[in-house]
């Protein structure tokens, strides 16, 4: 099973942005979710669900 630990390291971002774009924040710019997003969807991982969130 992946991690997000792992996510963060593909990505080159930290594992707190992954969490962060795991939990929707706001904070996150598009393109770095983007970033986070391509690396765990091979794996089935995926964000919380939220209305409007993406």
């Not at 593909?10 to 992954?18: I, P």
């Not at 089935?44 to 409007?52: L, M």
């Amino acid at each position: 099973m992946i991690s997000s630990k792992d996510v963060a390291k593909l990505a080159g971002v930290s594992q707190a942005t992954v969490s962060r774009v795991l939990n929707n924040a706001k904070s996150v710019k598009p393109e770095t979710r983007k970033k986070c997003c391509r690396r765990w969807k091979p794996c089935a991982i995926s964000p919380i669900s939220s209305p409007g969130a993406w």
